[in-house]
C-alpha cells in the first residue's frame, strides 16, 4: 500500500511540473493571469473594495445595537434614615431603612442609528471612487507584469534567433580552419593564419555559450512570472503590416481617479463638521431579587425611552479644521500630476508610435545590409578557395556578414517586441 502511494504522489509531481510549450506571448500571458500571486493579490484587493462600498452604504446611517447585561450583587444595602413620625412614633425620631435589594439583574437594549450625517453619506461616494481606483490599480499590475513577460520572451526569441546565425558562422569557420590546416600542413600557410583561423571558432563557441546564459536567465524569469515550467518554440510571427496609433490612457486615468477622490476627501472633511441628527432609544428589562438572581418571589420592571440626539462638534475642533486644510492640500497636488500625467500620457503614445516605426525602418534597411554583407563574404570564400585571398580578409568579411546577420535578427525581433508594447499599452 505504501509503495503505491510513493508511486501516486510521484505521478501527481510530474503532472505538477509538466513542461508547457509556448509559442507566442499571448498564452504566456494567459498563465500570468491564472497563476501570478501578484495578479492573485491585486484581484483580491477589488473584491475588498466591493465590500467596503458596500459596507460604506449601510454605515452611512451607522446603525448600532448595543446589548449589555448587568448583574448585582448588593452585600451591603444601602440604610436610610426616615422620621419616626411616619410610622407613628414621636416627632424627632428616626427609623432606620434598608434600601433596596441584594439580587439586581438588568438587560439593556439602546437601538440607535444616524438618520442625518453628513459625513458618512459622503463616504458612500469615496468608497465607489476608490473601487475605481482598485480596478485601475489592477490593470496597471497586469500591464507592469505584461510587459516584462513581453521583455523576457522577446529576448529569448532574439537569442534563439542570433543563436541560429552563430551556428551557421561556427560551421562556416571550422571550414575555414580546415583549409587554414590543409594549406599549413601543404606548407603554403603560415602558423599565425592557424591561430586566427582557431581564434576565430573558439570566438564564435564562446559567443554561443554566453548567449545560451544569458536566454537560460530569461527563461527563469518567465518562469518566476508565470509560476510555470515553460519551454519557447518559436513560430513565424507575420510583421505588422500597418502601425497602430499608441491610444494608452491608463496612466492618464489613474491621476483622473485620483483627483476625484481628492476632490471628494475635501467635501467629505467638510462635512464632517455639520451636526449629527440621530434616532436614539433604550430597552431595559430589571430583575430584584432578596433570594438569587431571577429566583421565586423576584420583581421584575421594565423601563424605555425613544428620542432624538442633535450632537455637532463647533467648527473650533482643531483636529477637523486641521484635516480640512490638510485635504485641500492634497487636491491641489493630485490637481498638478493629472495635469503632469496627460502630458507626459500624450507624450508616450507618441513615442511608442515612433520607436515601432524606427524599428521597422532598421528591420529594413538591416536586411538589405545583410544581403550586402553575405555577397561579399561568399565572394570572398570563393576567391580564398582559390588562394588568390588573404585570411585576414576573409575574417573582416565573415564578421561582417556575421555583425549584419545579428542586425538583421535583433532589428526584426525589436519591430516585434515594440508593437507588443504599443499592443499592451493600448489595451489598458
Do not use: C
Not at 497586469?142 to 558562422?169: P, T
Not at 499608441?246 to 462635512?271: N, Y
Amino acid at each position: 500500500m505504501k509503495g503505491k502511494i510513493v508511486v501516486l504522489l510521484l505521478l501527481v509531481t510530474r503532472v505538477m511540473a509538466q513542461e508547457v510549450q509556448v509559442s507566442s506571448v499571448d498564452e504566456l500571458f494567459e498563465l500570468a493571469l491564472s497563476r501570478n500571486l501578484a495578479l492573485q493579490n491585486t484581484a483580491l484587493e477589488r473584491e475588498l473594495s466591493v465590500i467596503t462600498r458596500k459596507i460604506a452604504a449601510v454605515n452611512a446611517f451607522s446603525p448600532r445595537l448595543p446589548v449589555s447585561w448587568q448583574g448585582l450583587d448588593n452585600i451591603a444595602l444601602q440604610r436610610t434614615y426616615v422620621p419616626g413620625t411616619i410610622f407613628g412614633q414621636e416627632e424627632g425620631t428616626y427609623k432606620e431603612l434598608v434600601m433596596g435589594q441584594k439580587y439586581v439583574a438588568t438587560l439593556n437594549l439602546s437601538p440607535q442609528f444616524d438618520l442625518l450625517h453628513f459625513g458618512n453619506l459622503a463616504q458612500r461616494k469615496t468608497a465607489a471612487l476608490n473601487e475605481k481606483l482598485t480596478s485601475l490599480n489592477e490593470k496597471q499590475a497586469q500591464r507592469d507584469i505584461f510587459l516584462d513577460i513581453n521583455a523576457a520572451f522577446h529576448n529569448v526569441i532574439s537569442f534563439d534567433r542570433q543563436k541560429r546565425i552563430l551556428e551557421e558562422n561556427l560551421e562556416v569557420a571550422r571550414k575555414i580552419k580546415t583549409l587554414i590546416r590543409h594549406r599549413y600542413e601543404e606548407g603554403i600557410a603560415r602558423s599565425q593564419e592557424v591561430n586566427e583561423a582557431d581564434v576565430n571558432v573558439v570566438t564564435l563557441e564562446n559567443n554561443l555559450d554566453q548567449l545560451e546564459q544569458n536566454r537560460q536567465l530569461q527563461i527563469e524569469l518567465l518562469k518566476l512570472l508565470t509560476r510555470s515550467e515553460i519551454r519557447i518554440v518559436e513560430v513565424a510571427v507575420p510583421t505588422p503590416s500597418t502601425i497602430p496609433l499608441a491610444q494608452s490612457r491608463l496612466d492618464t486615468d489613474l491621476a483622473e481617479i485620483r483627483t476625484q477622490m481628492a476632490e471628494q476627501d475635501v467635501f467629505t472633511a467638510k462635512r464632517d463638521q455639520w451636526p449629527v441628527l440621530s434616532a436614539v432609544s433604550s430597552f431595559n428589562w430589571q430583575d430584584l431579587s432578596n433570594r438569587f438572581f431571577y429566583g421565586s418571589g423576584a420583581s421584575s420592571i421594565y423601563f424605555a425611552y425613544v428620542g432624538l440626539k442633535l450632537s455637532w462638534d463647533l467648527p473650533t475642533n482643531v483636529q477637523k479644521i486641521s484635516n480640512l486644510k490638510n485635504k485641500q492640500v492634497q487636491l491641489k497636488i493630485a490637481q498638478n500630476n493629472l495635469e503632469q500625467a496627460e502630458e507626459q500620457q500624450s507624450y508616450a503614445n507618441l513615442q511608442r508610435t515612433a520607436e515601432l516605426r524606427k524599428a521597422q525602418s532598421q528591420w529594413e534597411a538591416q536586411q538589405k545590409i545583410e544581403m550586402l554583407k553575405k555577397d561579399t563574404f561568399e565572394k570572398n570564400y570563393a576567391q580564398f578557395e582559390e588562394n588568390i585571398l588573404a585570411l585576414d580578409k576573409l575574417l573582416i568579411a565573415q564578421n561582417d556578414w556575421l555583425n549584419s546577420s545579428l542586425n538583421r535578427a535583433t532589428a526584426a525581433v525589436s519591430m516585434l517586441y515594440n508593437y507588443q508594447i504599443l499592443r499592451i499599452n493600448n489595451g489598458y
